[in-house]
């Protein structure tokens, strides 16, 4: 069995509920899995390091970097 997966971050509401729109079809069957994400010391960092790699990509970065493995 092939599964597809999606993943949305939302907030659970006063009343314990959560609603998501999916882009599936009406009646389509589903197996729902929640996780909490685990809040500690370095969550942020993690945070941050997954979500994009745009803050390596810089000229000045890259230049030190350069400079550094070429001696």
């Known amino acids: 069995m092939v599964a597809q997966g999606f993943k949305y971050e939302t907030d659970v509401t006063t009343d314990g509920?959560?609603?998501?729109?999916?882009?599936?079809?009406?009646?389509?069957?589903?197996?729902?899995?929640?996780?909490?994400?685990k809040v500690g010391e370095f969550s942020d960092i993690v945070q941050a390091s997954a979500?994009?790699?745009a803050f390596w990509d810089n000229l000045w970065d890259d230049k030190d970097w350069n400079r550094a493995v070429s001696r």
Request: glycine share 4%; charged share 10%.
């Open 51 to 53: 979500s994009s790699t």
């Open 17 to 37: 509920t959560v609603t998501l729109k999916l882009p599936l079809a009406p009646g389509t069957r589903v197996e729902v899995f929640v996780q909490v994400p």
